[in-house]
Structures are given as structure tokens and as C-alpha cells.
């Protein structure tokens, strides 16, 4: 069976731990082998120079030993086994790139998840504690500063331009697969603009053929200039090891994560369109009257959004933006998140068959009144994490612009919400006939003791009713 693996935290055992400047590849000489002497060319180099600025990244966690047997006070009272359960360090191993001198690395978000406490070794062997700065899990990129440098200035990357990157250009893979030690390898850029991947919120995609495989995740992906082109991050596998067919995060955005990091946010801020988009299908194109499937359609658009200060509107097909050809929502989402805040972009509209041009605001998208709380109450909320609805928030859930009421926006692994099935991004809309217009009508809700619950939610798009209890 065909798997999407990203190397999330791989557990370890004993000792062994698993894991810019613009326009420049346009700029690069693209021709054939021209003689044989060309053929016995060496990537060395290239490799000499960029190897010092790409990091081992060790993650750790501390996880609770759990014998479901313990929960049974029978069981424990007749086997004389302690109710505390022994604590166990999850290991894991990833790897990163150095992208300021001052000690700034960065890697994959699941790399980090979840984490206690991460170490980044360098490639000269040394070691240094590192605090994460961010995390970005719609990008899964995450940003970590070393500790403890004493003013030292490491080795970097320069980021690459990864609009420039042509199919078939040649790149290197660098990282520390299986925890081997840093390893190189080669290959061509295959494909651009994967957008069906379904690992992030931002797909699109770098894919090659350099094999990446465990260990690899935060790495770098390289050009012959010896800049940064993109953050592998994910293969398609059979087996779970290398098959060709492996994914990164191209450099553009890993720029604006790093940007954010840099400026000391917390969080990531990007351009909020404020309307939801959706693919062109082949029926969608022959009624629209259009040769190809392509373009991303407008389905809604939210009132004093950025989109309809714009002049967007409902049926409107973006087919570019800023002159960058859009084939699909995807492309146009990475495309948008990727514009610096504070100017504008041009949309290319299809508007009744006829093109027309729109001025887009880069703003984001209003937070306010989130009022994020976690359930802690005997009720089948419990260990859930709600939110109201705001714009930025129904943005980052890929929820219509519009929407309103209570989210749920994470799930403790040990909850009672979790076990009985809530997921994220489950909008509760009444309680035992109650109307959840806030979180605090929620965990007013929970606290009422009674033994059938009867729910009311929506989950991708779906209403549904559920009764639990009796």
C-alpha cells in the first residue's frame, strides 16, 4: 500500500535516535553534457560550502507508561501494582538548517511536536540546548534559536527563490537519515506545485527524486548555487524508505516563517482573503465554457473582507495573481500566504466570460473575541479545547468566512471529548436543546451532570445529531 510518511517523532531504542537573493535560479545555466569531461563534474563543492549550515535536530518527550489493567482499582488492590505509572523519554531525531547566524535553525514542525526539550547538533559535532521560538503547523515548519552561543556566528543558508526552480533542475538532499550521520544525496526537481499531497494547509509542493528517508525531515533541499530551494518533509512510500518520490516545502515559504520568527511573533501572519474558494471540476469548466479545469472558483465571500473591499463575487474565477498562473485553490492559498502584509496583489478574474482586474488588500484577518478555553468538567466535552469563531480563526479551519459559534480547536490525547469521538474543527451548535452561541455557554453546558447528553454539530459542512448517555 502506498503511504504519505512525514517522519513524525520515530521512537528510538537504547543509544540509537531516529528521527535569499531573488531571481537567482532563473539565473542559472541550464544545457547538457557537453563532453565527458563534464560528466566526471563533482557536486564536492557545493557540498564543502553548505554542509556546516545543516543541523541534526534531537526532540524528547517525556510519555506515561499506560496499562489500561491500572484503571481497574480490583486489579490494583489484589496485584499490589501503584496507581503512579513509570515515565518513559520518547526520543526522536530530525534535522534542521541554520538560517541566521546568530544561532536561528529551521525544521519541521512534527520534527519538534510535542517536545520537552530539543538539542540541535551541528556538523562538527557540537551540541547546543535550543528553545523553540515557533511553530507553524499549517506550514509544519517550526523555528528554534540555539542557547548558550556566546555570540558565536554559525554558518547559514541563503534562501533560494523557489518560484525561479524548473522541472529537472539538479538539487541536493542533506540530512541525517536513519541517524547515520549527515548524509548527501542527488536528484532532479520532478515535479512543481504538488498540490494533492494532503500533509499541510499550504500544498504545494517541491517534489524529487534525491532520496529522502527517517531522519531527513527539516533538512535541506539545495540548488547548484548552493541555496536553499526548499525543507524536506514528506515521501510517498511502499516500504517506508526512500521510493523516489519525496516532497519540500519550497524556500518562498519557508522565508515567511523564518520573517515571523525574526520580527519575535509567536505566531505566523499572513494576508486574509476572506472568501472560500473551490477546484474546477471538468463539469464546472463545460458549463462555464472553458477549454480547460483550471482557476480557482469563488463560492463565498465573507461582508468587509478583504476580498469584497476588492470587488469579489460569488461565481468569480481567479485565474491569477500578481501574473502568477492559478490552477487550483491550493496554488492560489500558497500564493496569497506567500505576499508580504501591508501592499496589495492583482487578482485575474473571469467574470462572465470576460477578464477583469481586482486591487486586493493584504491585511489579516480580525482575532478578537476568541476566548479560548479548555473543558475540564465531567461531561463527554472534557479535555476539549473550544474557541468562538473569529475570522482568522475560521480562516486558519478552512471555514466559510462567515461562520460563527463555538469550534473545537484541539483535543487532549486522554479526554473523554477524544475518546468519545469529537474531532477538530467540530462546530457545537446546541447542548440538550441549548444554543452554544459562545464558550462560555459551553462550559455552562458541560457542568450540568445529566446522564444524556443530547449534541448538535456540524463537521465538514454535515449537521449532526448525536446522543450519548442513558
Known amino acids: 500500500m502506498l503511504r504519505l510518511i512525514r517522519f513524525a517523532a520515530i521512537p528510538v531504542l537504547g543509544a540509537l535516535a531516529v528521527a535569499g537573493s531573488l531571481g537567482h535560479a532563473q539565473a542559472q545555466d541550464r544545457r547538457v553534457p557537453s563532453s565527458q569531461a563534464e560528466l566526471q563534474l563533482s557536486y564536492a563543492p557545493i557540498v564543502q560550502r553548505v554542509r556546516p549550515a545543516v543541523v541534526n535536530v534531537y526532540a524528547a518527550k517525556t510519555i506515561q507508561n499506560r496499562n489500561p489493567l491500572l484503571d481497574d482499582p480490583i486489579f490494583r488492590r489484589f496485584f499490589g501494582v501503584p496507581g503512579q505509572q513509570p515515565e518513559q523519554m520518547q526520543r526522536s531525531l530530525g534535522s534542521g538548517v541554520m538560517v541566521d547566524s546568530s544561532g536561528l535553525v529551521v525544521t519541521n514542525n512534527h520534527v519538534i511536536e510535542g517536545a520537552d526539550q530539543v538539542k540541535v547538533s551541528l556538523a562538527d559535532k557540537r551540541e547546543y540546548e535550543a528553545e523553540i521560538v515557533l511553530k507553524d503547523s499549517r506550514s509544519d515548519l517550526a523555528v528554534l534559536r540555539l542557547k548558550d552561543t556566546n555570540g558565536e556566528k554559525f554558518a547559514t543558508l541563503d534562501f533560494d527563490n523557489s518560484d525561479g526552480l524548473q522541472v529537472g533542475d539538479v538539487v541536493l538532499a542533506i540530512g541525517n537519515p536513519f541517524g547515520v550521520g549527515q548524509t548527501v544525496t542527488h536528484g532532479i526537481i520532478s515535479a512543481l506545485a504538488r498540490t494533492q499531497v494532503g500533509i499541510t494547509d499550504y500544498q504545494f509542493f517541491i517534489q524529487t527524486d534525491a532520496a529522502i528517508n527517517p531522519g531527513n525531515s527539516g533538512g535541506a533541499l539545495v540548488d547548484m548555487t548552493g541555496r536553499l530551494a526548499g525543507i524536506n518533509t514528506a515521501i510517498f512510500s511502499r516500504s517506508g524508505g526512500s521510493q523516489g518520490i519525496g516532497f519540500a516545502i519550497p524556500a518562498n515559504m519557508v522565508r515567511v516563517v523564518v520573517a515571523s520568527a525574526k520580527s519575535g511573533g509567536k505566531a505566523v501572519k499572513r494576508p486574509w482573503l476572506g472568501a472560500r474558494l473551490q477546484a474546477v471540476t471538468p463539469e464546472i ?186
Open 285 to 470: 469548466a463545460e458549463s462555464l465554457g472553458l477549454k480547460l479545469p483550471s482557476g480557482a472558483l469563488v463560492a463565498s465571500v465573507a461582508p468587509n473582507s478583504p476580498a469584497s473591499k476588492a470587488g469579489l463575487k460569488l461565481s468569480d474565477l481567479i485565474v491569477a495573481i500578481d501574473g502568477q498562473a492559478i490552477d487550483d485553490p491550493n496554488a492560489f492559498d500558497y500564493r496569497f500566504a506567500t505576499r508580504p502584509l501591508g501592499g496589495t496583489a492583482q487578482i485575474d478574474v473571469q467574470r462572465g466570460g470576460k477578464p477583469i482586474k481586482l486591487t486586493v488588500p493584504l491585511e489579516t484577518a480580525p482575532d478578537t473575541n476568541r476566548d479560548e478555553i479548555v473543558l475540564t468538567a465531567r461531561s463527554p466535552f472534557q479535555g476539549a479545547k473550544v474557541a468562538n469563531i473569529s475570522p482568522a480563526l475560521a480562516d486558519e479551519l478552512h471555514l466559510d468566512a462567515g461562520t460563527e459559534g463555538v469550534v473545537v480547536t484541539d483535543l487532549a490525547d486522554d479526554g473523554t471529548a477524544a475518546n468519545v469521538g469529537f474531532q477538530k474543527g467540530d462546530i457545537i451548535l446546541a447542548v440538550n436543546n441549548e444554543k452554544i452561541a459562545r464558550t462560555r455557554d459551553l462550559e455552562q453546558a458541560s457542568k450540568a451532570g445529566t446522564r444524556v447528553w443530547r449534541i448538535t454539530l456540524v463537521r465538514g459542512g454535515q449537521q449532526i445529531n448525536v446522543t450519548l448517555g442513558g
